[in-house]
């Protein structure tokens, strides 16, 4: 497979994996690659019915404005995968990844975000990155005891009708 071809639709991915399942994920990277290279995020918001989701119209204006900036797409995903200083991204792009000292040294995908910049990493085979995302948290608070979840009105009513247990037991 061609290594472009395959770290764009790698970040496609981690773009569009926001509150996805893993299969809807894939669905959905498939095709945004194709509609975002025919007609940018516009023709890609119309067809999944995205048009109200700023941050992946955001993510993918990211993604256009900078591959006009580089000579070529292999260019640009030779930069996404090299390491930075938070300094030097914030100069370069305006953008700088969040939670980080500005002498920090990180993967200049993290303009995408922690956890976008991170995931793309990780799919592209790459560990030493870590995405910090809603099962990380999860994992964190259960190990050291902290996930406490309060039943709600809607979570009981669910329950009960999955248990088949009538209303009251």
Excluded: C
Excluded at 101 to 121: C, M, N, R, T, W
Aim: proline letters at 2%; a positive charge.
């Amino acid at each position: 497979t061609d290594g472009v071809a395959r770290d764009t639709f790698l970040l496609v991915m981690a773009i569009t994996s926001h509150e996805s399942s893993v299969e809807q994920n894939l669905i959905n990277a498939i095709e945004a690659e194709l509609l975002f290279e025919e007609g940018g995020f516009g023709a890609l918001a119309e067809r999944k019915g995205w048009s109200g989701k700023a941050d992946l119209r955001q993510q993918f204006q990211k993604l256009h404005a900078l591959r006009s900036v580089f000579p070529s797409d292999q260019a640009m995903f030779d930069w996404l995968n090299s390491k930075r200083s938070v300094r030097e991204l914030k100069e370069l792009t305006g953008v700088a990844p969040v939670g980080r000292h500005v002498e920090d040294v990180v993967y200049a995908s993290l303009i995408f975000g922690p956890k976008i910049g991170a995931f793309y990493q990780n799919l592209r085979g790459n560990l030493d990155a870590l995405t910090q995302d809603r099962w990380f948290s999860t994992t964190v608070h259960r190990m050291f005891g902290n996930l406490k979840t309060e039943a709600t009105a809607k979570s009981l009513e669910e329950y009960r009708k999955l248990a088949r247990l009538k209303k009251g037991t």
